[in-house]
């Protein structure tokens, strides 16, 4: 008895931390300003079929990498949060698109990008390149997925 509860305990402290899902949608970055190893940049999405958190067809993200929690070196934890380098070249990719003026891909993964006191203005903690389909999405990571 005592096991099973152990395990309902763990599945608890950590199931909090798990989300679901995300999402990326096709736009253009239209700024994009570096701050000491913080980055701010704006896209604009042409459609209107986006699922975020407000209704914006433009949002602000404030990116600066931030490590996943000290549990996730636990060998039964997994997470999908991107390491520092994975972040350096999705921010990377992102800059180059918009010295080249060209669409990227972007969205978010579980809960990545956090809503700010500013209408349509998100922070998040890490970046991700995922390909699929030989379409690359830039995705955003807050918490641990």
């Not at 300003?33 to 209704?55: A, D, V």
């Amino acid at each position: 008895m005592k096991k099973y509860l152990f395990i309902i305990l763990l599945i608890g402290l950590f199931a909090g931390e798990s989300y679901a899902g995300g999402d990326a949608w096709q736009g253009r970055v239209t700024s994009f300003e570096k701050h000491n190893g913080s980055y701010t940049f704006t896209m604009k999405f042409p459609t209107k079929e986006i699922r975020l958190p407000s209704n914006c067809r433009q949002i602000t993200v404030n990116y600066k990498y931030k490590r996943v929690p000290w549990y996730s070196w636990l060998p039964f934890i997994e997470t999908s949060h991107p390491s520092y380098s994975q972040s350096k070249k999705a921010i990377q990719y992102i800059e180059n698109k918009y010295n080249q003026n060209q669409d990227i891909y972007f969205g978010y993964m579980g809960s990545g990008l956090i809503p700010v006191e500013n209408e349509c203005t998100f922070k998040t903690k890490g970046l991700g390149i995922n390909e699929s389909e030989n379409i690359k999405a830039i995705l955003a990571y807050h918490n641990p997925v």
